[in-house]
């Protein structure tokens, strides 16, 4: 496997963007606006197109400046722009804090999943000195926190969003590992997330048709 | 065997291309079951071909097919045929009676070959990577046919089908990274060195911190797919609300899928953690999954619902198979996975037929189907005695298997609860289904056009116990070889 050194420049630059990827999915946890919500997570698909080309430079690879392209075209623009459109046109959700916890309590649950994630992944799992064993525990943080916002979350598409998330993370540990993943693997990843989105918009869109404002609280119909 | 390879995954799309070319359901219906059966053919062929010798390999690791795939996949495609066969009549008769417009049969039958498709595409790959591909696929074509009639009740089945599995299957890709995570050491560097066979042959270098961690969430994940409890609580809405074929293929191919991947994972685990923890992981799930599978089968209520339980069941007796292990163990949970996968989609696609003629997916309703409808009832009642696993069905041979298996494995209290487990299970689930049967019939009139139909909807039934009643009765030697095979493959 190869793996960067954590004190190289773009395995500094990598480590950075892990960072930052992790306080954007708390910002989504915490952030009580819908509009934001989707802003959050649009500044988190950039950032990570961004560590994807950090990747490429470091390993010399195509495919990978292909797939931070793909990201930054796809999670980083179009989805935030149509999740935005059909949330504000279409269902007329300006606002939307439906939360089942509070705020805060999120929040907290958030800090104790990025340290649960810390003590699971950190100790003796991973080479020490390789920007792998930086990135990885950042990553499991997101794919967490994504877990955590689809739980607390009612409104489907925030669901959606959330699903979102947890697949940034997954992506966030994969391109420190870029020789492993062969290209076709993650191109298959992208275009299961596309088909995904698509096919779930198109359940969200028949819901609203049938009930009131499409959160997951009115599913209640099939029980036992 | 290439070609053969490739034929088995492809055949079924002859569906989707019928189905898009602006075929109506009887015409689809038919290519859907052609390709069904080209493909099961193949597969069958590719088995015997097989017999025990090198695994087909090619494509730096992409395709690879050895006698535990080619088994899987046989199952799968068996039970296409199946609910294609079934699929003629059900969605003719809903196209007839204005329930399915045009569009929607064709996306029923655009879907439906994808489905099939990609889960036997899924068994022939030896790279983990694209094996996560292909299952998340799956989820995703199998998710429109939950939701294809689009009523209020089917689109929130398919919501939370799609959002549960989705997570699920990602978080088994997120396994699947801390497998090659724990590979470090073996410096992989081309596609050859992610692939199943790969890693099983070198599990002595792989770390085991990070190794027991992978298998925890590739069972957690891919125990998403397959059902076992905490984590079914899809699988009766969904396996509810989907058109009765798609519930068959649900129950009898997906959940089959999703375990073939945990075998792999297992397989990679035990030989390099040893049995214990890779076994102790599996009889939780499942035996938390039978307890919750014959609980909720106590209720009375939607029938569908009933055996989309008793799958659960299923599935988590499998996972005690093979958490038992040993020869026996896994010679029963093979053999179990094939027995269940045909008495289900017996059950699922008589279920149909009911559903059609009554009008309802209540149990309650339905009353005198021997009498009303023979052959559907007694297909009905005869599936539900073998899933039950009375004699002389395949199932009661397997799940004695398995059971033996367990006193073998150690302490006996296991194999016991296990037992009792089942006598629950076969009282909670008997009862609703001898009451369906017996009673006074009601007037009904037949939703289906013609005579054909009617034999085509009774071909599948027929078809599906007779297999079951001879693998009860006597396992061919090709299959006890193919299965020996398999074993020697698991390790």
Not at chain 2, 98 to 107: A, M, T
Not at chain 2, 222 to 247: C, F, I, N, Q, R
Not at chain 2, 351 to 360: C, F, I
Not at chain 2, 387 to 392: K, M
Request: hydrophobic letters at 55%; aromatic letters at 8%.
């Amino acid at each position: 496997m190869q793996s960067l050194s954590a004190t190289s420049a773009a395995g500094v630059l990598l480590d950075l963007s892990g960072v930052v990827i992790l306080l954007l999915a708390f910002a989504c946890l915490a952030s009580k606006l819908f509009n934001r919500y989707v802003v959050y997570y649009g500044a988190q698909s950039v950032v990570l197109s961004f560590a994807a080309g950090t990747a490429a430079v470091a390993f010399h690879s195509a495919e990978l400046w292909i797939l931070a392209a793909l990201t930054l075209a796809v999670k980083g623009i179009a989805i935030p722009v149509a999740a935005r459109r059909l949330l504000v046109t279409r269902l007329a959700l300006k606002r939307d804090a439906a939360m089942s916890t509070g705020l805060s309590t999120s929040l907290i649950a958030g800090g104790a999943l990025t340290a649960f994630a810390y003590l699971v992944s950190r100790p003796a799992l991973l080479p020490h000195g390789t920007v792998a064993s930086a990135v990885v525990p950042l990553s499991t943080a997101v794919i967490l926190l994504g877990s955590l916002s689809m739980v607390v979350r009612r409104h489907t598409v925030a669901q959606l969003i959330g699903w979102l998330i947890v697949e940034n993370g997954v992506f966030l540990g994969a391109i420190t590992l870029v020789a492993t993943f062969p290209f076709i693997v993650e191109a298959g990843i992208f275009l299961d997330i596309v088909a995904g989105v698509l096919i779930m918009v198109v359940f969200v869109s028949g819901l609203t048709r049938q009930l009131a404002e499409a959160s997951a609280a009115e599913l209640r119909e099939l029980r036992g | 065997m290439t070609a053969l390879a490739i034929l088995v995954a492809l055949s079924p799309l002859t569906g989707s291309a019928a189905a898009l070319a602006g075929a109506r359901a009887r015409l689809a219906g038919v290519a859907q079951a052609v390709g069904a059966a080209i493909s099961l053919g193949c597969s069958l062929a590719l088995l015997v071909t097989l017999d025990g010798h090198a695994p087909l390999a090619g494509w730096d690791g992409f395709l690879y097919v050895d006698s535990l795939g080619g088994f899987f996949a046989m199952t799968v495609a068996g039970v296409t045929l199946l609910a294609a066969l079934g699929s003629i009549g059900y969605v003719s008769a809903q196209e007839d009676g204005g329930e399915l417009s045009g569009f929607q049969v064709r996306l029923y039958f655009t879907f439906f070959g994808l489905f099939a498709s990609l889960m036997l595409a899924a068994l022939e790959t030896g790279n983990l990577g694209l094996l996560f591909v292909l299952v998340e696929a799956s989820t995703l074509a199998s998710a429109a046919l939950v939701g294809i009639e689009g009523r209020s009740r089917s689109l929130e089945a398919a919501w939370k089908y799609i959002i549960i599995s989705s997570l699920g299957v990602t978080i088994a890709l997120a396994g699947t990274l801390f497998l090659f995570y724990s590979a470090s050491a073996l410096h992989l560097g081309s596609n050859l060195g992610l692939t199943w066979p790969y890693l099983l042959a070198h599990a002595q270098a792989l770390a085991p911190q990070s190794l027991r961690l992978a298998f925890l969430l590739a069972v957690v994940g891919y125990g998403t797919k397959v059902g076992l409890a905490p984590m079914h609580t899809w699988l009766p809405d969904a396996h509810a609300e989907a058109p009765s074929p798609a519930s068959a293929m649900l129950s009898a191919a997906l959940l089959n899928v999703g375990m073939y991947a945990i075998i792999r994972f297992l397989a990679i685990a035990q030989a390099r953690l040893g049995g214990t923890y890779p076994r102790a992981v599996l009889l939780s799930f499942g035996f938390a999954s039978i307890v919750v599978g014959a609980l909720f089968m106590v209720r009375r209520g939607n029938f569908k619902r009933l055996f989309a339980y008793s799958s659960v069941e299923h599935m988590g007796i499998i996972a005690v198979a093979l958490g038992f292990g040993g020869v026996l163990g896994l010679y029963g949970a093979l053999l179990q996975t094939l027995n269940h996968a045909l008495a289900k989609a017996v059950l699922f696609l008589s279920s149909g037929d009911v559903a059609l003629r009554y009008r309802t997916r209540e149990a309650g309703q339905v009353s005198g189907l021997l009498a009303a409808v023979p052959v559907t009832g007694g297909a009905l009642l005869l599936a539900s005695f073998a899933v039950l696993g009375s004699p002389p069905f395949g199932l009661f041979l397997s799940e004695l298997t398995i059971v033996r298996a367990g006193f073998a494995h150690g302490s006996p209290v296991f194999p016991l609860l296990l037992l009792a487990l089942l006598g629950l299970a076969f009282v909670a689930f008997a009862r609703t289904t001898a009451g369906m049967a017996t009673g006074e019939p009601p007037q009904l009139a037949s939703p289906y056009r013609g005579r054909a139909e009617v034999a085509v909807t009774a071909a599948p039934l027929i078809l599906g116990l007779a297999v079951l009643l001879v693998l009860g009765l006597w396992i061919p030697a090709g299959l006890d070889a193919v299965l020996r095979h398999s074993i020697r493959v698991i390790g």
